[in-house]
């Protein structure tokens, strides 16, 4: 081990000693020795007990675990720290701004267990309850962790597309008569970006002059025919410059997948005039870069014209006010899901079992009921419909008594505790809640969240059938982290004649924009129009409800 190593390792068990409640005392004398050893001149290997403790600062104790390091590259204790803690716990004790003590809180009180979650959980507003954190360090620890995930090179498709536009828009205000545009993976809309490419008619050479104008931009360098640098110090961006002639060709070959092209026996060297045109040649429509994830057989099956858009989507579902952890009152979101031209608005607050997220009780939801009579008086024709999101409890029974649950227009019915659970247990518990005659959307069937937690494993089949065989709806999440079922489910859902209902559970009136990633990713399913659930309009969403 090297001193820094073995600075590190120290310092990582004070940490987790603090973390767990350790005495303050002990610790200290860890700190200290990890301080000390960054900063000695010479090397530790080699060096013998006696030797170590001769080492201005090490005492006795100190000088046993360096000698165990450097033996064995850990100690026991550390070793008994790593078992007990989860690896993304032990991330958060990385991450700037928080100490153990607060990590330890968010570990315990929120049962946040990584960065991703934790991330999550400051967009939604989760850490203020919490003691010692307030407004201003949930946005500080909020803009740490988005650098962090960006620069680990993944982003989701929401925020790469932003960047791609500032991009693209930075470009055709300097010279608008370049072609540029979007490419690859973003293109095709997927769901998680790990590269921002794009494509541009322009000269590199010309490129490069440009992006040197603006010290936003860093890191230039040319890599055969791309441009690469950073925006921000923070994005790593690629371009793809070409001739003009070839924009079309190149943008086909860029866009991929690699499966895609394969399947259609692409050759470099063949002369293309245009994406049209080569699929056209090979005796298939024009393909959506959207759809090109899809095997060739089903994308080329699917009718454009019947793919689910935006104004397809009639009323909103599931959605939180300030009745649970929503940042607007349940009028403020009925005005602006309104001012979106929408019919409806169905309100699915927390149940009362979330108590993290202010759940209610019985009473409360009673009162909320009052509430919504009043204003679908003063928004007639716009209507809300009470609804609840209803944890599924680990017994897989939902939140309230019977008495409670039929009188709600619509129960989405999700999991947000005890997510670690093996498929057979996951499966069960899904089952049982699906079979639940009061049920009638599966909410964020996995719980996943993009580049944080891959969600409890489930058996998406055995999922889907049983949503078939219960008259159940499945939501897709429109939330940017979710996307939750995963695109990929959507042919067999249609295969069954399941629907899908895009809902973009939103926590504030923003939050409604979320729709358009849900259809995105819907697209890249080929979810046509007429399996798109919230594509009812009122009067057809009061008579399904009235069932
Ligand atoms: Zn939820
Ligand atoms: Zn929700």
């Known amino acids: 081990m090297t001193n820094k190593e073995i600075s590190k390792a120290l310092k990582l068990t004070a940490a987790l000693g603090e973390l767990h409640g350790e005495n303050p005392f002990k610790l200290k004398s860890l700190t200290n020795a990890s301080f000390q050893i960054d900063r000695l001149g010479e090397s530790l290997l080699g060096k013998s007990l006696e030797e170590l403790q001769t080492i201005p600062g090490i005492g006795k104790g100190i000088a046993i ?18 078992a007990k803690t989860p690896v993304g716990v032990v991330d958060m004790l990385g991450v700037k701004g928080i100490g153990p003590k607060k990590v330890a809180l968010l570990w315990h009180e929120l049962g946040i267990e990584s960065p991703g979650e934790l991330l999550y959980a400051c967009n939604e507003n989760r850490l203020l309850p919490l003691k010692g954190f307030g407004e201003k360090t949930q946005e500080s620890i909020r803009q740490t962790l988005e650098y962090k995930l960006a620069n680990e090179g993944s982003l989701h498709y929401a925020e790469a597309e932003i960047v791609a536009l500032e991009v693209i828009n930075y470009v055709n205000k300097q010279e608008p008569q370049w072609r540029i545009e979007m490419s690859a993976e973003l293109r095709r809309k997927m769901e998680i970006v790990h590269e921002i490419e794009l494509i541009s008619d322009a000269d590199i050479t010309a490129l490069q002059d440009v992006f040197g104008r603006s010290e936003r931009f860093s890191e230039l360098t040319e890599d055969q025919n791309f441009l690469k640098f950073t925006l921000d110090n923070k994005y790593k961006i690629g371009i793809l410059s070409c001739e003009a002639e070839e924009f079309e060709k190149e943008q086909l070959m860029l866009t991929g997948p690699a499966e895609h092209l394969q399947e259609l026996d692409l050759d470099p060297s063949e002369p293309i005039q245009s994406e049209q045109d080569f699929y056209t040649e090979r005796g298939f429509p024009y393909i959506l870069p959207e759809l ?40 403020e979101m009925a005005f602006a899901a309104r001012d979106l031209n929408l019919e409806y608005l169905i309100i699915c607050d927390h149940s009362r079992s979330a108590g993290y997220a202010g759940g209610l009780s019985i009473e409360r939801v009673i009162e909320q009921w009052k509430e919504i009579d009043l204003l679908n008086q003063k928004l007639a024709p716009f209507h809300i419909f009470k609804g609840i999101e209803s944890d599924i409890l680990s017994d897989s029974s939902l939140d309230y008594p019977e008495e409670i649950l039929k009188d709600f227009d619509l129960v989405v019915a999700s999991v947000h505790s005890v997510l670690r659970m093996d498929e057979e247990k996951a499966n069960k518990r899904l089952l049982k809640a699906i079979e639940n005659k009061y049920t009638k959307i599966l909410g964020h069937p996995t719980g996943r969240l993009l580049l944080s937690r891959p969600g409890y494993p489930i058996n998406h089949k055995l999922i889907i059938d049983a949503c078939k065989a219960n008259d159940v709806v ?46 995105e990713v819907a697209r890249k399913g080929g979810l046509s129009k007429d399996f798109l659930f919230n594509a009812a309009n009122l009067a057809e969403m009061k008579a399904i409800l009235k069932k």
Do not use: F
């Open 292 to 331: 090109r994830d899809l095997p060739l057989d089903e994308a080329s099956a699917i009718n454009p014209e019947k793919l689910v858009e935006l104004k397809d989507i009639k009323g909103v579902i599931h959605n939180h006010s300030t009745w649970s952890d929503g940042a607007n009152t349940l009028e």
């Open 474 to 519: 499945i939501e897709l999440n429109a939330h940017p982290y979710r996307l939750d079922i995963d695109w990929r489910w959507i042919p067999y859902c249609m295969e069954k004649g399941v629907k899908v209902s895009i809902n973009p559970d939103a926590h504030r009136v923003e939050g409604y924009g979320d729709m358009r990633y849900g259809i």
């Open 65 to 82: 675990k360096l000698n165990e390091l450097l033996q064995v590259g850990s100690t026991e204790e550390l070793d008994e720290y790593l």
